[in-house]
């Protein structure tokens, strides 16, 4: 093995490992925000943004082991999380329009928030 390719080896291996502790930050980041988010909407982002970590997750896995598969996977799962995100909006936006209190209250509230803000 030429010292090139064992830097390169090095590199990857150090780069991947610091890529899965910002990952792991940044899930429990999301995680909080998942649960102590203001409203509905917050939630729903949050959960997506979960979506994309657990991307994240898989692909440094796939990286780091050589088995490339996990990439097919992690663009499958992309999918998937687009279309939940897709289907929780379409949700949060049919409430609203039927008027559901719990929404309503919750616009209401992020109105006075930013304004009060301002």
């Given at each position: 093995m030429t010292p090139f390719e064992t830097f390169a080896s090095n590199f990857m291996h150090v780069s991947v490992h610091i890529a899965l502790a910002l990952l792991t930050i940044s899930f429990f980041v999301i995680v909080y925000r998942t649960v102590k988010g203001p409203g509905l909407p917050d939630r729903v982002v949050a959960l997506d943004m979960l979506v994309a970590v657990g991307i994240g997750f898989i692909a440094a896995i796939g990286v780091?082991?050589?088995?490339?598969?996990?990439?097919?996977i992690a663009i499958t799962l992309g999918l998937v999380g687009f279309l939940a995100t897709v289907a929780f909006a379409r949700f949060v936006l049919n409430r609203g329009m039927a008027g559901d209190k719990t929404i309503m209250d919750e616009v209401e509230d992020s109105i006075k928030r930013r304004e009060a803000g301002q």
């Open positions: 780091s082991t050589g088995y490339y598969l996990y990439i097919d």
